[in-house]
Nanobody, 121 residues
């Protein structure tokens, strides 16, 4: 599987960004797609997920501010981030799972290129 995240950048607190992740090498539409992030000095954590059926779930820290969507025709998953806070500063990655119960776990995966989001205060 190849995962290519993009769309990061520098934004002021309260601003917005939309990340994209293009996926190849898997049956995209069958997979749960999950966004993760790794802040400086911290462990990687899951942030948001969207199932093959379009159901979404978010870590408490981003609920109400982030939305996740997918375009199966483009094998792309998106993360719309609003009202960004300095604590959202991290490298963001996406990954795929056929089993939604595994999606929140970061171990045992191959990772593609992430995209850096920096939120200034």
């Amino acid at each position: 599987v190849q995962l290519q995240a993009s769309g990061g950048g520098l934004v002021q607190s309260g601003g917005s960004l939309t990340l994209s992740c293009v996926v190849s090498g898997i049956a995209f539409s069958s997979n749960v797609m999950t966004w993760y992030r790794q802040a400086p000095g911290k462990q990687r954590e899951w942030v948001a997920m969207i199932t093959s059926g379009g159901s979404t779930n978010f870590v408490d820290a981003v609920k109400g501010r982030f939305t996740v969507s997918r375009d199966n025709a483009k094998s792309t998953v998106y993360l719309q981030m609003n009202n960004l806070k300095p604590e959202d500063t991290a490298v963001y990655y996406c990954n795929a799972d056929l089993n939604p119960l595994r999606a929140r776990f970061v171990g045992g995966r191959s990772w593609g290129q992430g995209t850096l989001v920096t939120v200034s205060s």
